[in-house]
């Protein structure tokens, strides 16, 4: 098998861009079609654009070398908790085309590199445990599984990296 590590381009954008639109369609079509039928149906529900608004948060998009979007994550403010300064990581889907190239790894750099500068002392994310190869690379990245800290229904399994701190 053949990985294409091929560069690609991480860009902050505004998460109300058609190419997110496009991007965000596909990850919910993905989910819907592939989300495990014993958790029931599948929530299509989008995050709010301005929610992923600096400084409540930021959007990215990865293009590869011909310009083209293949990925894509988004980084907005939840409640505090305690001491903790909370920033969520939400959306983050790469194109079947974008597979196997990195492009989630450079996704969740800029967004954890952007939670730091807007403030964050964790960032938080919820996922399913149907999709392993998530769950590896955040395990991967140093995020540890946290009790459940929102009522997403298509979550089984939330985690939690303090700022700074990597593997």
Avoid at 56 to 78: E, K, S, T
Avoid at 150 to 167: K, L, M, S
């Amino acid at each position: 098998m053949t990985i294409d590590r091929t560069p690609v381009t991480v860009r902050t954008v505004p998460a109300d861009l058609p190419e997110v639109d496009a991007l965000l369609d596909a990850y919910l079509d993905e989910r819907e079609a592939t989300f495990p039928s014993a958790q029931g149906t599948y929530s299509r529900k989008r995050t709010p654009a301005v929610e992923f608004t600096p400084p409540r948060g930021v959007f990215v998009v990865a293009y590869d070398p011909d310009g083209v979007p293949i990925g894509c994550g988004g980084l907005r403010r939840i409640t505090d908790d305690g001491d903790d300064v909370r920033f969520e990581v939400k959306h983050v889907f790469v194109s079947p085309a974008g597979r196997g190239r990195g492009v989630a790894t450079v996704v969740m750099d800029e967004l954890e590199r952007a939670g730091a500068a807007l403030g964050a002392t964790a960032i938080v994310l919820d996922t399913n445990d149907s999709l392993v190869a998530a769950g590896a690379m955040y395990r991967s990245r140093g995020y540890a599984r946290v009790d459940p800290f929102n009522d997403n229904p298509n979550a089984t399994a939330w985690y939690r990296r303090p700022v700074g701190q990597r593997p």
